[in-house]
């Protein structure tokens, strides 16, 4: 995936309008073909037999191929178009022109570390081939076998590794600009219709050889197959002596490009912050992309050095790349669609297909992050489910609640109420369970029924407490305002205090899972599945999303007094943490319950997809 993430970030380059009077070369059909499958072919197609036998064989993993081609030729062509209508040429560009200046910032952070995981890569790979090269010559000049082999520190292959980073890397990658990169700069037809064609052939080309790729050599090897290829065959082959070779220049050629590339963001910025200072020149440049390059080059040695399995750096690049190929391609064409001149139609499902692509990327990143083999991914793990549990609730406080303080001051009130129900409940259980039979299995059964119950209602109650209390404080609000309306709705306070309690109730439910999370020990090691933590960030997103939607449902049933609603939303509680399956299905039907509480309707609903409603943000209601 990290290749097509790059492919995806390079070929952006291949829309850009060169100077007027510029000696760039231009580029045909066939070149552009050839650049975009020439950075789609790099280190993970070595990885691919061993993702075939990790899918579970042949039939499951193309079929997962079939599927991910559609998402990648659409993200092709959506930057494309992007890039078309902001007239920028380099990815990251095109996400800040588009999407505003936060996202353009997220996308040049996940690029460099993207870029930089790859790097990591390369040199693993690199590290691969050099130890069974220097096994096949050992083997050659004395005739002995591997376990004969005298160890001696300057034929070891780190050792080796940081010589020719040294030697060749360094001095490749210093340069400021690289001479190749002027013939992968435009091409000579930019219309939109030749960029989806170039974009479908290139993309075919790559799935006939990473398919060909991970079947032969899942075929050949079955359950054995090493995460490189290359190490599954024997070192003292000559045909694969000169394919380690020729793989080995290869990647030592493209790493300084994948260098420069992610130099140049660090350096963008450090430039642009330091010129608000004194005068940056040229030795003063010189000197940052010195210092950058060795720095780049050293961390990722020590990495690669120290962090020898593939297929460990293949599992965090998969998951970044997912914001390449799925969230900002997806984001920017949600953008664009709120300001292009489009079919009201076409604008909607090409919005919804924006939604779906980005909940697929957040999905893949999740699940890319949360299932590594190793103990080096247990940050990845923590920060994985972390952005999946609390990331949309995040984004609604973000956006809908952190510029209003009175806002703020009702969301922290309701997670405090949220906090004092759950306090309470702790202390009737800890009263039952001392008072209680502890060797009576029907005992115990009787009172984990009774806590859940308990705690429902207690939270419930509070709930209520909690409305009754802005009612009164909203009635003052209003005696104190000068205008004649309530400085905020009862629907919005329904919204705002729903929200507290979901993230309070989050908090409390998976903070020690994330805790957990960091390690030390791996889940599934016995045999168990790997999708504990995964499973419990989305049961968590869940349960905040539906304290959300009950915190309506419920304020709008007090207001119109449908106590019969209360009673719905108090049964349905319990069953949030069934399976995940049903609580998706009742989270569904409480957003929908939610949204006709809240006044919204199809007709509303139409309006907001296609744009023509500009009062469909919750800043923008006004309150009644």
């Given at each position: 995936m990290e290749e097509l993430a790059r492919e995806s970030i390079r070929s952006i380059s291949l829309l850009s309008r060169p100077a007027r009077g510029s000696d760039v070369p231009r580029l045909g059909s066939f070149g552009?073909?050839?650049?975009?499958?020439?950075?789609?072919?790099?280190?993970?197609?070595?990885?691919?037999?061993?993702?075939?036998?990790?899918?579970?064989?042949v039939n499951t993993a193309i079929s997962v191929e079939m599927v991910s081609l559609v998402f990648l030729i659409s993200g092709l062509v959506i930057l494309g178009y992007a890039s078309s209508i902001s007239r920028q040429n380099t990815y990251h560009d095109v996400v800040r022109e588009v999407c505003g200046q936060r996202i353009g910032h997220l996308c040049?952070?996940?690029?460099?570390?993207?870029?930089?995981?790859?790097?990591?890569?390369?040199?693993?790979?690199?590290?691969?081939?050099?130890?069974?090269?220097?096994?096949?010559?050992?083997?050659?000049?004395?005739?002995?076998?591997?376990g004969e082999m005298p160890y001696h520190w300057y034929t070891d292959h780190r050792f080796a590794l940081f010589v020719m980073c040294l030697i060749i890397i360094l001095p490749l990658s210093i340069p400021k600009e690289i001479g190749i990169q002027k013939y992968t700069s435009s091409m000579e037809n930019k219309k939109i219709t030749h960029w989806v064609f170039i974009s479908v052939t290139s993309m075919i080309f790559c799935l006939l050889i990473y398919t060909l790729t991970g079947v032969f050599g899942f075929l050949t090897f079955g359950r054995e197959v090493a995460s490189d290829i290359l190490m599954s065959y024997p070192g003292n082959d000559v045909v694969m002596i000169i394919a380690r070779l020729l793989f080995g220049i290869s990647i030592i050629t493209i790493y300084p490009i994948i260098l420069l590339l992610g130099r140049s963001v660090i350096l963008t910025q450090i430039l642009r912050f330091w010129e608000r200072r004194a005068i940056i020149t040229s030795v003063f440049e010189s000197r940052c992309r010195l210092i950058l390059t060795v720095l780049w080059i050293a961390v990722t040695l020590l990495i690669a050095i120290y962090v020898p399995d593939m297929s460990e750096v293949i599992s965090v690049i998969g998951g970044i790349s997912a914001f390449f190929i799925f969230i900002f391609p997806g984001l920017c064409l949600i953008f664009a669609m709120q300001t292009e001149p489009i079919n009201h139609r076409i604008r909607a499902i090409l919005t919804v297909w924006g939604v779906v692509t980005v909940v697929t990327g957040a999905f893949i990143f999740g699940q890319s992050t949360t299932i590594a083999p190793s103990s080096i991914m247990t940050v990845a793990v923590f920060f994985g489910c972390t952005f999946i549990a609390f990331g949309p609730a995040v984004a609604l406080f973000l956006f809908t609640i952190a510029r209003d303080p009175l806002r703020v001051i009702f969301l922290i009130a309701?997670?405090?109420?949220w906090l004092v129900s759950l306090l309470l409940?702790?202390?009737?259980?800890?009263?039952?369970?001392?008072?209680?039979?502890?060797?009576?299995?029907?005992?115990?059964?009787?009172?984990?029924?009774?806590?859940?119950?308990?705690?429902?209602?207690?939270?419930?109650?509070?709930?209520?407490?909690y409305y009754r209390l802005l009612k009164k404080a909203n009635e003052g609000l209003l005696a104190l305002s000068q205008e004649d309306t309530?400085?905020?709705?009862?629907?919005?306070?329904?919204?705002?205090?729903?929200?507290?309690?979901?993230?309070?109730?989050?908090?409390?439910?998976?903070?020690?899972?994330?805790?957990?999370s960091l390690g030390p020990g791996t889940v599934g090691i016995h045999g168990d599945s790997q999708h504990y933590f995964i499973s419990s960030a989305f049961m968590t997103l869940a349960i905040i999303l539906l304290h959300m939607f009950w915190g309506v449902v419920f304020f709008e049933s007090c207001e119109r007094q449908r106590w019969w609603a209360l009673g719905a939303v108090t049964f349905v509680n319990p069953h949030y943490q069934g399976s995940l399956i049903p609580t998706y299905?009742?989270?569904?039907?409480?957003?929908?319950?939610?949204?006709?509480?809240?006044?919204?309707?199809?007709?509303?609903?139409?309006?907001?997809?296609?744009?023509?409603?500009?009062?469909?943000?919750?800043?923008?209601?006004?309150?009644?």
């Open positions: 552009a073909i050839f650049i975009m499958l020439k950075s789609a072919l790099g280190a993970g197609l070595l990885n691919f037999p061993w993702a075939f036998e990790k899918a579970g064989g040049e952070i996940c690029f460099v570390f993207n870029l930089f995981m790859i790097s990591v890569a390369f040199l693993v790979v690199v590290q691969d081939q050099l130890d069974k090269l220097c096994l096949s010559l050992y083997e050659t000049v004395t005739g002995n076998t591997e309701g997670a405090f109420f409940s702790s202390l009737v259980w800890f009263i039952t369970v001392q008072i209680s039979n502890k060797n009576s299995a029907a005992q115990q059964r009787g009172l984990l029924i009774f806590g859940v119950v308990l705690s429902v209602l207690l939270q419930e109650t509070f709930r209520y407490g309530m400085p905020i709705s009862m629907r919005q306070l329904a919204y705002v205090s729903g929200l507290g309690f979901g993230f309070m109730s989050g908090a409390f439910s998976v903070v020690n899972i994330l805790s957990d299905i009742i989270l569904s039907v409480m957003a929908a319950w939610a949204y006709l509480c809240a006044g919204g309707s199809l007709r509303n609903l139409k309006l907001c997809l296609t744009c023509k409603d500009k009062d469909f943000l919750l800043a923008n209601h006004r309150p009644r």
